[in-house]
């Protein structure tokens, strides 16, 4: 297993000086900002949110640094839409991102593009799953950008567990005018967390040169499948030492809409405990080998002098199931899926604390602008700011979260419950979050909770109504 120690003590200094800024106040200058966003992440994925098991330096030292949201939410758990969100500030049924595939509406306003008039370098790196590319939507430069298009160099390729490699096949690294990168992988490598990162740090060190604040966006592919062992990390984790997922199932119990999607058959029929921890183990180790590739681009904030005024977001698009519930993908409304890391850290963030509120990753596109005291795009966008949460003035900003995946699952999570409807299947689940946090029984059908599954129900589709969701228009 690879020896943390030497793994952490070149940016121990880093998160010193972070600590040294910390108030509760806020910067006095525009801060700069790093958006940093990882591909299928759980949310328990982060040692110091409860996890012992895996190893994540980095981003503990970001979260004890820095604020914790621990039920931030994506509103839809596809790569797509999800990133849509993201960009738009808007939920999917106003930017038109529902699926793969849709581009972005050009109502909707963009991050970049916000950021870029408000006289911000905007920077771009990594994973793009979006309509046209990151120089359309605002970034005014872009860097290790990693897309489809270079499908003649494909080759076919297996992962871990040598299994065919069905995702990311034909991706490429690339610049803005489509040439072409081949020669730095074609699909997943095993280390292309560090290429990105490279790329990460070479925006740093160019922004280290200007007197412009800045908005570096960077995407990193990992954990997404396939899963490759990265070097150095082919030992770090026994899967015979790891215990199975709380809620895993062989099976699961319906098709909630999914079932054949390519996700679930990345597993075989039924899941099985070795199958199931071998890729845990994988997984594992991709997350802390991009852990140790974000500890290289913090620690290049701190040798260039920029750490003491970035804002740094970590966050992912979505969770994943990996036999939770008897899935693998992450096309579902269960918590270890809508779930998503989400800390803030930098200057006037508090250090080392947690909220609970409620809260989309659309609310990042807010946050930011009221963290670098620029104008809000306000009704334009759906997401809320979460800096009275940040300062302690607010602890509720969304009274309940709501869920969709295309026509088949609509969610609503509020006040500790759960509800899922399933139009396809004619299914509902009903969830006492507090005393089953892992979802594991399903009381849609209990007499003594039929008021409260009416209720939800109504307040689910009272919001999906307001909000234009398509399948509700004939109600």
């Known amino acids: 297993m690879p020896q943390l120690s030497r793994r952490v003590v070149p940016i121990l200094t880093l998160f010193v000086s972070l600590a040294q800024v910390v108030n509760t106040g806020f910067a006095e200058t525009r801060p700069n900002i790093l958006l940093i966003v990882s591909d299928d992440q759980r949310p328990d994925t982060i040692q110091s949110l409860g ?3 895996i190893q994540t330096p980095h981003l503990d030292r970001l979260v004890m640094s820095g604020v ?43 991050l970049a593009h916000w950021f870029t008039r ?12 979006n309509d046209g590319g990151p120089a359309q939507h605002g970034y005014q430069t872009s860097r290790g950008l990693y897309r489809g ?10 992962d871990w567990a040598d299994r065919p490699v069905t995702g990311y096949r034909g991706w490429v690294f690339q610049d803005e005018s489509g040439q072409l990168f081949p020669d730095l992988g074609v699909g997943l490598t095993p280390d292309i967390s560090s290429k990105i990162a490279d790329a990460a740090i070479a925006c740093v060190e160019h922004s280290a040169q200007s ?3 800045f908005l570096l966006h960077v995407n990193f592919t990992a954990p997404h499948d396939p899963l490759l062992l990265p070097p150095g990390w082919e030992q770090a984790y026994d899967p015979q030492r790891l215990p199975l997922p ?24 039924p899941r099985t405990p070795r199958e199931t921890l071998g890729e845990l183990a994988a997984y594992y180790a991709v997350i802390s080998h991009m852990d140790a590739q974000i500890g290289r681009i913090l620690a290049a904030l701190h040798a260039t002098g920029l750490a003491q005024n970035t804002l740094i977001v970590f966050t992912s698009d979505h969770g994943l199931a990996i036999g939770s519930h008897g899935l693998r993908g992450k096309q579902n409304m269960y918590e270890h899926t809508i779930g998503v890391p989400l800390v803030i850290s930098g200057p006037g963030i508090p250090a080392g604390e947690r909220r609970n509120a409620q809260c989309y990753l659309r609310d990042l596109f807010p946050t930011l602008t009221d963290l670098a005291e620029i104008d809000s795009p306000g009704e334009q966008i ?14 509720v900003i969304h009274p309940f979260i709501v869920g969709y995946f295309r026509h088949a699952q609509r969610m609503i999570r509020a006040e500790g419950w759960k509800y899922i409807e399933y139009p396809e299947a004619g299914i509902e689940q009903l969830f006492d979050l ?23 129900n109504g307040l689910l589709h009272e919001w999906l109504q307001a909000h234009g969701d398509p399948s509700r228009k004939q109600e």
């Open 149 to 158: 298009g270079g499908g003649k160099f494909s080759r076919p390729q297996v």
């Open 68 to 110: 914790a949201f621990t039920r931030a939410t994506c509103g839809n758990p596809i790569c797509t839409p999800s990133r849509a969100e993201i960009l738009t500030g808007c939920c999917s049924f106003r930017n038109g991102v529902l699926d793969f595939g849709k581009p972005i509406s050009p109502r909707v306003p963009r």
């Open 382 to 395: 759906d997401g809320r700011s979460l800096v009275p949460v940040l300062r302690g003035e607010r602890e």
């Open 246 to 269: 709380a809620n895993f199932l062989p099976r699961h119990p319906f098709d909630h809409g999914n079932i054949e999607g390519r996700d679930e058959l990345l597993f075989a029929w």
């Open 434 to 456: 507090t005393n089953d946090p892992h979802e594991l029984t399903n009381l849609a059908n209990e007499p003594r909770h039929d008021a409260r599954r009416k209720l939800l």
């Open 211 to 213: 007197n412009q604040p």
């Open 51 to 53: 996890n012992p098991l």
């Open 118 to 129: 408000a006289g911000y370098q905007t920077h771009y790196v990594g994973k793009w799953h």
